[in-house]
């Protein structure tokens, strides 16, 4: 992925800066008493004005804040990074069920948290990274003060460049408009990949695959005579990723017909703890950004494939042009024990 560049500012005509409702800020983590110290009077401040204030991070750095904040620390709700919603797409879901509830009752939010960074598994590295541009269309306009931590000597330079383009403010005490933030639809445009070549030994669905063809192919695969051994997968697949394989190829498979595809192809393979399913489709082209991060409303007669599969699968990629579409999806075998970075 290229550099990012500036593409907004948030100072007035005069050069003031007007704050607003909503504040997306990095901090950079040094040790856990240091950050500590750093984050303790945003922290009371929030709980001095009546806000509610959650704190998401790990073992080691929440207790080094709960001990700095002392008889304070009751008023906090206090959650585990490794623990609570650890997936991107579905954090991105409870952070914004939290400030609605909070906006219903006339709150403000400030959430102190950080990503479940997994160990060796860029993958799903990406798609936190991914989940931060999003925040800023969530969180648009909304009550809330959102800290996100980052450790220095944990993230690669690529990562940190990152962090700096995801997030309008840097720092606490005050928070400043950041001078290398770009906007999510930028972020994410420059994250796709130009193609996403499938690999020889995958196993392609034949026929003319409309979504009960693929249902069936690809349910005998995955439930029927001989397992799953055309997927090299054995019988070890738990069910349930099994189940959300099988809900997520068919939504995909209907979305690039009701986008007037003529010819769908559905190929899936195994790549070490992953199964993987990429569906193409030779479609207009898929050029949102933030297609299936934003759930369609309750009475929109169609758009909730590409959201429900990003609720379901663990990493989602896509790539698009005036060639069609490709949509590739990947499951953990067995459910991931996220082991969040200390």
Do not use: K
């Amino acid at each position: 992925m290229g550099g990012f560049q500036r593409e907004t500012s948030h100072a007035s005509a005069n050069g003031d800066v007007a704050p607003p409702a909503a504040v997306h800020t990095l901090v950079m983590a040094g040790s856990p008493g240091d950050l500590a110290a750093r984050l303790a009077p945003c922290v009371l401040r929030a709980v001095e004005d009546g806000e509610a204030v959650r704190v998401n991070l790990t073992a080691t750095r929440g207790g080094a804040l709960r001990r700095r904040l002392g008889a304070a620390a009751d008023a906090v709700t206090w959650t585990d990074t490794a623990v609570w919603a650890a997936h991107p797409v579905r954090r991105l879901r409870e952070v914004q069920r939290l400030v609605d509830e909070q906006l219903a009752g006339g709150a403000r939010l400030c959430f102190v948290g950080e990503c479940a960074w997994p160990v060796d598994e860029p993958d799903l590295w990406a798609e936190w990274e991914r989940f931060d541009a999003v925040l800023n269309h969530a969180l648009e306009g909304r009550p809330v003060t959102m800290v996100c931590v980052y450790d220095e000597e944990e993230h690669s330079p690529h990562s940190l460049e990152r962090a700096h383009a995801c997030h309008p403010h840097v720092g606490v005490e005050p928070p400043c408009p950041a001078p290398r933030y770009v906007e999510p639809e930028a972020f994410l445009a420059l994250d796709r990949a130009d193609h996403l070549e499938v690999p020889a030994h995958a196993v392609r669905l034949s026929g003319a695959l409309v979504p009960g063809t693929v249902r069936a192919q690809l349910g005998a695969l995955l439930f029927g005579t001989g397992g799953l051994a055309p997927l090299g997968l054995g019988g070890a697949m738990d069910e349930d990723v099994a189940d959300a394989l099988l809900v997520t190829t068919t939504e995909l498979v209907t979305n690039a017909w009701q986008a007037a595809a003529a010819v769908v192809d559905v190929a899936c393979w195994r790549d070490g703890a992953w199964a993987v399913v990429q569906v193409d489709d030779d479609g207009p082209g898929l050029t949102d950004p933030l297609a299936g991060y934003r759930r369609p409303p309750v009475d929109a007669l169609g758009g909730r494939g590409l959201w429900i599969t990003r609720q379901l699968a663990d990493t989602v990629d896509i790539a698009a042009g005036d060639w069609g579409t490709s949509v590739r999806l990947r499951l953990r075998v067995h459910a991931l024990e996220v082991t969040a970075r200390a």
